[in-house]
């Protein structure tokens, strides 16, 4: 118990002096994880998951107080302006979703600056992000226009109904055949040129279609009917539910599994692998989801999961690498890397703490903020495996659903407290530049695997120091 205290105060230590270590590297109070001029009246909020999921009818400039990262962000809303206690990782769910829709979102450790804009509750701002990355601002007495977005029309035209499920369950070297069988998870790891620098973990895709046809199975009979009736009910917990303990997953599936996977099956022992399964289909109906498919005018029955099936990487540390900086001002050559200690789930789930983030071009390293997250999550013993959420309203142009269905392991992780007093990552200088630099190598190797275009790439580092690629996609 000692120790795990003395590791959460120093991660809040670290917490305390980010802004002297900011002002030391050069950077001013103010950090922008989604860029861009915006305006709107004034408001302050608690959490901007209380906020009505309808859109307010005029621009509005939001100061939340706190937030989680999950939050999804009403029509409407310009801009989020944080606490730097309350910033959030690149890649958490509300920062995709702030870039997708144009939002700026920011976060300032003055709270000087934030008190300032906080009294001006009700008036008319415009904000602008400097080169530098500063955020400014004037009153105006004339009201901000509303952004038009075209993304909604561009989802009617792109979630086309998918072809009848190929098979239960995909291997990888069928994923690329059956691309409209698959999402935009399994589909861009099987695109990815392998050579040795980096690996991928043996993939299994349950295709989109399957969901519906077990639906259909004479052994759930009723079922669907009772799941339409539920939902008419508005209940959307009592569904998840349902679905969960009524579903009967076919017993033919694990043989399919354990084909595609071969060796790798055994980590669906680790727990109740059917539950697992349940659970990434039934988070269709989050109410995250249904509030996004409502406020995108996406009809329940245009949303397929196909689910991506893979053994959990044994990860000393997770990264994110934006091959082109999303931050004010970088420069065109510059990534922005993201680490922490552990699996991913930290980077995006926006946990407690800040992960370690840092600009890197060519053999230049410019350390932005440095790890404070005082747990990390980690494969249990023995192992585990992972069924991932790969629908078709993810990760498409002008839409970025990322984070809106679930993905569920069949035993659960382990959080560990992180003993940053002990942490290469964050007192080890030559340590840290070289994973650094090794990441943007392989980031900008997979770029060009995509044709140059720019890309989110997530994946782990084991503790012997390999790369494993667990996901690539159009960068947001």
């Not at 901007?48 to 809303?77: H, R």
């Not at 069949?410 to 407290?417: G, L, N, T």
Request: aromatic share 6%; proline share 6%.
């Amino acid at each position: 118990k000692a120790r795990c205290l003395t590791e959460r105060v120093l991660a809040q230590t670290l917490k305390v002096f980010m802004p002297q270590v900011r002002r030391l590297s050069g950077l001013g109070p103010w950090e922008v994880v989604a860029s861009g001029s915006a305006g709107g009246a004034v408001g302050v909020v608690q959490p901007v998951a209380q906020l009505p999921s309808e859109a307010p009818k005029e621009a509005q400039v939001l100061l939340v107080e706190t937030m989680t990262g999950w939050e999804d962000i009403p029509a409407n809303i310009h801009a989020i302006l944080l606490p730097a206690g309350q910033a959030v990782d690149t890649l958490s769910h509300v920062a995709i979703r702030a870039r997708n829709q144009e939002v700026l979102l920011a976060s300032c450790d003055e709270d000087q600056q934030l008190q300032q804009l906080r009294q001006m509750k009700g008036q008319n701002l415009r904000l602008q992000v400097s080169a530098t990355g500063e955020v400014t601002w004037q009153a105006t007495s004339e009201k901000s226009k509303l952004k038009n977005s075209t993304a909604a029309a561009f989802l009617a035209e792109t979630m086309k109904p998918p072809p009848a499920p190929p098979a239960p369950v995909l291997r990888a070297t069928d994923f690329t055949k059956h691309q409209k069988s698959i999402g935009g998870k399994s589909l861009h790891l099987a695109e990815l040129m392998v050579d040795g620098t980096y690996s991928v973990p043996v993939s299994a895709t349950i295709p989109y279609g399957m969901f519906e046809q077990v639906l259909k199975d004479k052994a759930n009979e009723g079922i669907e009917e009772e799941l339409q009736e539920v939902l008419e009910e508005g209940d959307l917990n009592e569904a998840r539910n349902f679905l969960e303990e009524e579903l009967a997953v076919p017993s033919s599936l694990r043989g399919a599994l354990d084909a595609a996977l071969g060796g790798d099956a055994k980590a669906l022992d680790a727990g109740d692998w059917q539950r697992a399964l349940k659970k990434v289909w039934a988070s269709k109906w989050t109410d995250r989801a249904v509030a996004s498919r409502k406020q995108m005018k996406v009809p329940d029955k245009a949303l397929y999961l196909a689910v991506l099936v893979q053994p959990v990487v044994h990860a000393q540390y997770a990264f994110v690498i934006h091959t082109r900086s999303p931050l004010p001002g970088a420069s065109p050559d510059a990534a922005l890397v993201e680490l922490c200690a552990g699996l991913g789930e930290s980077l995006v789930s926006n946990a407690p703490g800040r992960a370690l983030s840092a600009s890197v071009e060519g053999q230049s390293i410019n350390v932005h903020v440095y790890p404070s997250k005082p747990e990390g999550v980690f494969v249990p013993e023995g192992g585990t495996a992972i069924f991932r959420s790969d629908s078709n309203g993810e990760d498409l142009e002008g839409f970025a659903g990322a984070g809106l269905y679930d993905s569920v392991t069949v035993k659960e992780c382990e959080h560990r407290s992180i003993d940053y007093a002990e942490e290469p990552l964050f007192f080890d200088v030559q340590f840290r530049s070289q994973l650094l630099l090794k990441l943007f190598q392989i980031g900008r190797q997979i770029e060009k695997n995509f044709s140059g275009q720019a890309q989110d790439i997530e994946g782990a580092v084991t503790a012997d120091g390999k790369i494993v690629i667990t996901q690539s996609r159009p960068q947001v």
